[in-house]
């Protein structure tokens, strides 16, 4: 499968301030999705990035507090925006290429605000 | 929509014993479904993934899994482990019918101890 180089691994930041996370793929990829997971926790789907259009964002998440691009089928961002401490928390992004294949994650940014 | 179940959040085992790891799902539609691991300060690794076909999927590292429509299970299996396996596993779904099956559902997590 593709492999994801997903940056910065970790960051400490200031609360009301902001972090953009990347990921870059090393080919074309149909669909990227952003997830967070909570420390000792399961993964939780932010958003579908959609190549050229606004990603689409699942039930408790908004595009004000996290902001996603998707210029082309190589690379994303997540902006986590104002950040409190309980944005405390590892952000993954993954790849798939469509229905009955298996997805591939970055390495996860690993982010802490105090 | 799909969910996951994993029954046990964790699961401590001596080295050379052998292992199951739980998983119970639940779709209104046909699915596929997938288990992965996650070492320390990792991103998720494939094991294993059902498609279609024979309900007994092998993967990497010795695991295998066998998926029961009628229990809606796909239970995780290795018959000797090794401290290396130590990890979290991570069972996750998605619908395999258009408009279902972009997003993978996970479930919450079971920690794999192996001690010697």
């Known amino acids: 499968s593709a492999v994801i180089s997903q940056k910065p691994s970790r960051d400490i930041c200031q609360r009301g301030t902001s972090l953009t996370i990347q990921c870059q793929v090393d080919s074309q990829v149909t669909m990227m999705f952003w997830y967070r997971q909570q420390p000792g926790q399961s993964l939780t789907l932010i958003a579908t990035?959609?190549?050229?259009?606004?990603?689409?964002?699942e039930s408790g998440f908004v595009i004000d507090k996290f902001p996603i691009s998707r210029p082309n089928l190589t690379f994303s961002t997540l902006t986590v925006s104002n950040m409190s401490p309980e944005d405390s928390s590892i952000y993954l992004c993954?790849?798939?290429?469509?229905?009955?294949?298996?997805?591939?994650f970055g390495q996860g940014t690993r982010l802490t605000v105090v | 929509a799909q969910s996951v179940t994993q029954l046990d959040s964790q699961v401590p085992v001596f080295e050379e014993a052998p292992v199951e790891l739980r998983c119970n799902y639940s779709s209104s539609v046909s699915v596929y479904l997938f288990w992965y691991v996650q070492y320390p300060n990792q991103g998720l690794q494939l094991l294993l993934k059902y498609l279609s076909g024979s309900t007994l999927v092998k993967g990497i590292n010795g695991f295998e899994a066998e998926f029961n429509k009628s229990q809606t299970s796909f239970h995780l299996r290795k018959p000797s482990v090794h401290i290396s396996d130590t990890a979290e596993y991570f069972c996750a779904v998605s619908g395999s019918y258009a408009g279902t099956a972009s997003k993978l559902t996970f479930g919450t997590g079971t920690r794999l101890q192996v001690t010697l």
């Open positions: 990035a959609n190549q050229g259009s606004e990603a689409t964002y």
């Open positions: 993954s790849g798939r290429q469509g229905a009955g294949t298996e997805a591939f």
